[in-house]
């Protein structure tokens, strides 16, 4: 009996209410916002500092990857987030065009799966950091081959650790941090996350 029930607290648990959607896609909205203004705000102005050095601020692009799980809690919200983002990204006119929508799968999916291992019941500063390293070897994994697949050993290694890093960093400590804050203001009573 006590199987069953615990069974059915995990699919009651694991289902999207309307509510999760809708907060998922705003806090994708406002990313892609961040994306579209980062890139070309932000990144230009480190582009001078040579290949890999401008990839220690990547980890913004991962940002809804770990922001959007903390939040909600469901299975899929890192890649909704992510994939969502990357779209609004696209439609504002991202530099790398439709690559962008690749690129915020892969991201996704790699903070996805640091989420699926944790079962989606560890959400503590140590998961989300983890799951930003994820999204940063996506973040690699997308990007050497299709951006630097004729730059030397070195640059392919200097960039993915520092994108691997800004994961971590940025988007996982970063975005705990953020999600704390949200906290603190009450705007996350309704969420699994307030508790």
């Not at 944790?118 to 973040?139: D, H, K, P, Q, S």
């Not at 993915?160 to 953020?178: D, H, K, N, R, T």
């Amino acid at each position: 009996m006590s199987n069953a029930l615990a069974l059915r607290s995990a699919s009651e648990s694991a289902r999207w209410r309307t509510v999760d959607i809708v907060v998922v896609a705003l806090i994708a909205l406002a990313f892609g916002v961040v994306f579209y203004a980062w890139s070309t705000y932000v990144w230009v102005w480190l582009q001078p500092l040579g290949t890999p050095w401008e990839y220690i601020i990547s980890g913004v692009w991962l940002m809804p990857a770990v922001v959007a799980p903390l939040v909600v809690r469901k299975p899929g919200a890192a890649l909704f987030a992510e994939l969502v983002a990357a779209i609004v990204a696209v439609l504002l006119g991202s530099q790398w065009g439709l690559d962008t929508l690749l690129s915020g799968f892969v991201q996704g999916a790699g903070a996805e799966l640091v989420f699926g291992f944790a079962m989606y019941r560890r959400f503590g500063v140590v998961v989300a950091c983890i799951a930003g390293l994820g999204a940063g070897v996506g973040e690699a994994i997308h990007d050497i081959p299709i951006y630097f697949a004729t730059s030397s050993g070195t640059v392919q290694a200097g960039i993915a650790a520092l994108e691997i890093l800004s994961g971590g960093l940025v988007a996982g400590i970063g975005g705990w941090l953020l999600v704390r804050a949200l906290r603190r203001t009450g705007a996350l009573q309704a969420f699994p996350a307030d508790q």
